[in-house]
């Protein structure tokens, strides 16, 4: 697949997912209190990773707010991919040099988001990503790590609306405190502690929605319709069974079938995170 560069970011995402969607598989397995959802695919070629590349910095140019196309006819071409790569290594950083805690705690967490988001955004191609129902507008991708607020919300449904609520942990040797950070984050909203975040959320979502969705985003409709997506990355070495009953998840008070436990397990995850950063710089200078 060829991509134009930054100025046609546009395009060249469109691109990106239509490779993504051929070359990323998923399969769903039914357990007695939760899904587990299997990815295949993400690091085994460097024509997914460019791609994840190229959406990621697709996401940072939208979290910044600027439309590229009107930058580049005021500017020029290279103003425009200067100012992207900028902002990109403002989030990555400007090379893979860059100190074992920072891509521990920072770096690799938000490509793991990331890449959760652009999974849930697939799903407009293949349900078996998000089967609750189809999505209809999700939330932006934090530029921080550090934001307080959930990884992910979504909006689903046709007949019925529901809210997905996505975290992303990428404990690569630990995956099992992923997954139990991530039911604790989940289980604020059963208590009704994130009801202020998801009215927000859907406030933005609000004016982009067919006029008939609009009017159905009344009350807590959350409350009687939501899944839960904890999402989790780890090295291959230290993954574990995915599909026994884990208490932290039987606890949170959905339908199994609403549960879904997303694992992706990794060869090598630290150089994966290292390719991909070298990938988005790449991109974002225009050097592709």
Not at 226 to 232: A, L
Request: aromatic share 8%; net charge neutral; with cysteine.
């Amino acid at each position: 697949m060829k991509y134009s560069g930054p100025n046609a970011l546009v395009n060249d995402i469109n691109l990106s997912l239509q490779t993504l969607h051929k070359l990323i598989t998923a399969h769903i397995e039914e357990c007695q209190n939760h899904r587990v959802i299997y990815l295949n695919g993400l690091e085994d070629s460097a024509e997914v990773k460019l791609a994840i590349a190229v959406y990621l910095t697709g996401a940072i140019a939208a979290c910044i707010g600027f439309n590229l196309e009107v930058r580049a006819a005021l500017f020029g071409e290279g103003k425009v991919e200067r100012e992207l790569y900028s902002d990109v290594v403002k989030v990555i950083g400007p090379d893979n040099n860059i100190s074992e805690q920072k891509k521990t705690y920072e770096r690799n967490p938000w490509l793991w988001e990331g890449i959760s988001h652009l999974l849930l955004h697939l799903s407009s191609f293949d349900k078996l990503k998000h089967p609750p129902a189809p999505i209809l507008a999700k939330s932006s991708i934090h530029l921080s790590v550090n934001d307080h607020g959930l990884d992910i919300i979504a909006l689903y449904g046709s007949k019925q609306l529901g809210i997905t609520a996505g975290e992303c942990k990428a404990y690569l040797e630990r995956p099992g405190d992923a997954i139990a950070d991530s039911a604790k984050k989940l289980n604020e909203v059963d208590k009704n502690l994130r009801d202020t975040e998801i009215r927000q959320t859907i406030s933005q979502f609000h004016s982009s929605l067919p006029p008939d969705i609009q009017s159905r985003l009344v009350n807590a409709f959350w409350k009687d319709e939501r899944s839960y997506f904890p999402m989790v990355c780890c090295d291959k070495n230290f993954s574990i069974n995915w599909t026994s009953n884990r208490l932290v998840l039987q606890r949170l008070q959905c339908p199994p079938g609403k549960k879904h436990l997303v694992p992706v397990t990794m060869r090598d995850a630290k150089l994966f995170f290292d390719c991909l950063a070298d990938s988005m710089r790449n991109y974002a200078s225009g050097n592709i």
